[in-house]
């Protein structure tokens, strides 16, 4: 008599958008799914209650209920279903709520890629494979215990080595668990080194700004809320060249010929039509969409002048200069730091603030109270919990992992490969423990 043949796992979509629904279903029935499609969260209830389902993903964004609202129903109700989020990028708060009130295994912004959107569905599919075979397992060892310990030495140590096994399993999904929602607010680093994939030299560029825009407001004392916008808007301020040609990515401005230049000019535009949609980056649209403007009226695209200019766009544009003066950004000579610091000097009072060129000198002076207690190593040291003390870059300046990530088995062997198959040389920074060493 044959085997009986396990049915397929069953995953229910909910989303609003037709579109986005067919989208999903084409991408996940000819990988042996069964796939369920619901056009809103009470339509996604009905389905639960009607039909076994091993795994939500829901949009963020649906009218009468949310994902948030409507992950937090599975989660009371089916709290084995695992719960995935299709998110777009600017709902920080919303997806915020919704990791708190939820409690979903991950999240995944739109647009998607598919490989990625394939892979986190089959990692959630694992762990409720992974927790309910640890769930039965316990319950067996409960239930039959006086057997088990007649059993013979060799099968008891069997037993035990596979209950070791899932219970370390189980705290890594739980480290995992913890370690989205401290990573969530190191997302939009993530969508900066997407951007800086576009290539044109932009490695690096944007984190170097916005750690100098974010060090010099932070000297002038304008409070967390402007901080925290400068730092962000010195990430994204690059996102309107995304269309640009690949030629004019590398080339610099002063090379540029009459239509390039006119299309240069308009990347501040296009970068703040990209972020107005997302709610929670409506201000960092505005310092983007400033960010080239001057002092004295001369600059573009709105032509302010003296208070008009944003001071945000003011920081912004002082940190930004500094580093594109370095890169080759503006004109076809890389200058040094020094030059560089030369020209932002003066430029003030015409094209930057004077405030804001004087805390931007005292932030170049800025450096950590104290070294960082780590060392660095090579992707073949790297051990499952280890803690990475620095971001991760690719030699290409490409953010890999954010700082604070805990190493799992998965990605240290992930990371490993990557080494090999590039020939990369990494440094990976991890911390020392307590009372370790360099």
Known sequence: MSAEVAAPPVILFVDDEPSILSSLRRLFRPQGYRVLLADSGKAGLAML???PVDLVVSDMRMPEMDGAALLEQVRERWPTVVRILLTGYADIGSTVAAINRGQIHRYVAKPWDDRDLLMCVQDGLERRRL????????QLTRSQNDELQALNASLAARVKARTSELEQV????????????ENFLLSINVFSGLIELRGGGMAGYSREVADLARRTARRLNVGAALEEDVYVAGLLHEVGKIGFPDAMLRKPVSAMASDELALYRRHTLNGEAALLPLGRLQRVA??????????DGKGFPDALQGDEVPLGAQILSVASDYYAAQSGRLSLKRHSAAESYSLILGGAGTRYGVDVVEAFKLALQDE????????????????PGMVL????????????????YVFDVRVV?????????????????????????T
């Open 49 to 51: 209650e009607s039909e």
């Open 131 to 138: 927790e309910q075979e640890n769930r039965e397992l316990l």
């Open 170 to 181: 189980n705290a890594m999904l739980e480290t995992s668990f913890s370690q989205l929602q």
């Open 286 to 295: 505005r310092l983007v969409r400033s960010h080239h403007e001057r002092i």
């Open 368 to 383: 950590p109270t104290e070294k960082p207690r780590d060392r660095a190593l090579q992707a073949h040291e790297v051990m």
């Open 389 to 404: 003390s620095r971001d991760l870059l690719s030699p290409q300046g490409t953010l890999l992992l954010a700082a604070g």
């Open 413 to 437: 062997r992930q990371l490993r490969e990557f080494a090999g198959r590039e020939g990369a040389k990494l440094n990976i920074f991890v911390k020392l423990p307590e009372g370790g060493s």
